[in-house]
């Protein structure tokens, strides 16, 4: 179960790089009414044109599929994998196997577009050709390991489906998120300690977009001197003796308080005055615009009193 929670919050961790083009005249529900001459450049650097419309849409993680749906594009997604089923996309349409992509039933949806996360490839080779090969626009979603790769995602992707103002909107409510944090920590005296554990022995340090929400929030993450997504020991987090301990493990049956009864931990001041706090999964795994309220819960885990 720690494995497969592991994989599906790692899953989640999602960024593309992206070459701006003009701006679309926009309609009031946030599409564009340009035409196709307009181009803007994919993750791989290579110039595609964008469509004058998509009806058709298969995405192949959760991340991407909360963007789509944030874009007003829920009733264009045809497919999606099955961890996308609590977007708001509903279950029927939630049947993808994202570890195993079954790409004959893509084939026969005829999407017009396929966002496919770089977490469903293994970096040697095209595992997607025979999309392409059918005609199928594909494009790869690298994992974002930071807010700005996540905006540059959503930028992507607004800018392709041509719902460019519905695109800045969510990146405006990040940034706007981000400011009223930054003035409200201001307020506190000092930065609390903070471990953020992602799975039992699980953690994370600079270079991924959890540690910047951390700091934003107004934390200092015991493992920021290191980098990626770790694996980390009860020594080490009884060593940095945090302040504060922050858990997004959430699967049915897990009560996190069992962190208050691991052998050591009493010697931590976080578990000393009971500080130990569980948050949603979804906003603060998922690299998606609902980061915004990702980080705005894990200020209020982290300095509650600024919140009252």
Same mark, same amino acid.
């Given at each position: @179960? $720690?494995?497969?929670?592991?994989?599906?919050?790692?899953?989640?961790?999602?960024?593309?790089?992206?070459?701006?083009?003009?701006?679309?005249?926009?309609?009031?529900?946030?599409?564009?009414?340009?035409?196709?001459?307009?181009?803007?450049?994919?993750?791989?650097?290579?110039?595609? %044109?964008?469509?004058?419309?998509?009806?058709?849409?298969? /995405?192949?993680? !959760?991340?991407?599929?909360?963007?789509?749906?944030?874009?007003?594009?829920? %009733?264009?997604?045809?497919?999606?994998?099955?961890?996308?089923?609590?977007?708001?996309?509903?279950?029927?349409?939630?049947?993808?196997?994202?570890? =195993?992509?079954?790409?004959? &039933?893509?084939?026969?949806?005829?999407?017009?577009?396929?966002?496919?996360?770089?977490?469903?490839?293994?970096?040697?080779?095209?595992?997607?050709?025979?999309?392409?090969?059918?005609? +199928?626009?594909?494009?790869?979603?690298?994992?974002?390991?930071?807010?700005?790769? +996540?905006?540059?995602?959503? $930028?992507? +992707?607004?800018?392709?489906?041509?719902?460019?103002?519905?695109?800045?909107?969510?990146?405006?409510?990040?940034?706007?998120?981000?400011? $009223?944090?930054?003035?409200?920590?201001?307020?506190? /005296?000092?930065?609390?300690?903070?471990?953020?554990?992602?799975? &039992?022995?699980?953690?994370?340090? $600079?270079?991924?977009?959890?540690?910047?929400?951390?700091?934003?929030?107004?934390?200092? =993450?015991?493992?920021?001197?290191?980098?990626?997504?770790?694996?980390?020991?009860?020594?080490?987090?009884?060593?940095? =003796?945090?302040?504060?301990? +922050?858990?997004?493990?959430?699967?049915?049956?897990?009560?996190?308080?069992?962190?208050?009864?691991?052998?050591?931990?009493?010697?931590?001041?976080?578990?000393?005055?009971? =500080?130990?706090?569980?948050? !949603?999964?979804? !906003?603060?795994?998922?690299?998606?615009?609902?980061?915004?309220?990702? @980080? @705005?819960?894990?200020?209020?885990?982290?300095?509650?009193?600024?919140?009252?």
């Amino acid at each position: @179960m $720690k494995k497969s929670l592991v994989s599906i919050v790692l899953a989640g961790i999602i960024a593309i790089s992206f070459a701006a083009c003009s701006n679309n005249a926009a309609s009031s529900d946030g599409s564009s009414s340009s035409s196709a001459s307009s181009q803007i450049e994919d993750r791989l650097g290579n110039k595609v %044109d964008v469509p004058d419309s998509i009806e058709k849409i298969v /995405s192949t993680s !959760p991340a991407n599929t909360e963007i789509l749906v944030g874009l007003g594009l829920k %009733d264009k997604i045809i497919a999606a994998d099955t961890y996308s089923a609590d977007t708001g996309i509903g279950d029927s349409k939630a049947t993808l196997d994202l570890q =195993n992509l079954n790409l004959e &039933q893509i084939i026969s949806l005829k999407p017009d577009a396929v966002f496919v996360d770089e977490i469903n490839t293994d970096g040697s080779s095209d595992p997607y050709s025979s999309l392409k090969d059918a005609g +199928i626009k594909v494009f790869y979603i690298p994992s974002a390991n930071s807010l700005q790769g +996540i905006k540059d995602n959503i $930028k992507f +992707i607004a800018e392709y489906t041509q719902t460019d103002e519905k695109g800045s909107e969510l990146i405006k409510n990040i940034d706007d998120t981000i400011d $009223k944090i930054k003035k409200t920590t201001e307020k506190a /005296s000092q930065k609390k300690k903070v471990y953020f554990e992602i799975s &039992q022995g699980y953690s994370f340090g $600079k270079d991924t977009f959890l540690n910047e929400m951390v700091e934003i929030a107004g934390g200092e =993450n015991i493992f920021a001197g290191q980098s990626g997504w770790i694996s980390v020991t009860d020594e080490s987090i009884i060593s940095a =003796n945090p302040d504060i301990i +922050i858990t997004n493990v959430s699967y049915d049956g897990y009560d996190y308080k069992e962190i208050l009864s691991r052998p050591g931990w009493d010697a931590i001041n976080a578990v000393k005055n009971n =500080n130990v706090v569980q948050v !949603p999964l979804n !906003p603060t795994s998922r690299a998606s615009q609902n980061i915004a309220e990702g @980080m @705005m819960i894990i200020a209020k885990a982290i300095n509650p009193d600024l919140y009252e």
